[in-house]
């Protein structure tokens, strides 16, 4: 049974170089690799995706593993949909609405 302590969410957080125009490359390549693989922007380095339970989030890991960028720094956290729950956002000095499910994933 699917419930919000088995649903998960993946949050990749990350810190690249972008001196060169080399690193810009790779950086945007990173980024736009998320995007391709379901992930959406929370701001600019930080990227969330919503996965059925732990075994997705061990797949998509070991993807953003292989698509890592030569240098920077890229970390995963995970945490269950009832802790997403609890996030609380604003949007300057306004409280935004309480996080909701994708579609997708409806139930029923």
Known sequence: MLSGYRLMWMMVIFDLPVLTKKERRAAMK?????LDQGFGMCQLSVYMRFCAGKEQTEVYTRRVQGALPDSGNVQILYFTDKQYENIVSFDGPRRQPTNKNPEQFALF
């Open 30 to 34: 990173f980024r736009k690799f998320l």
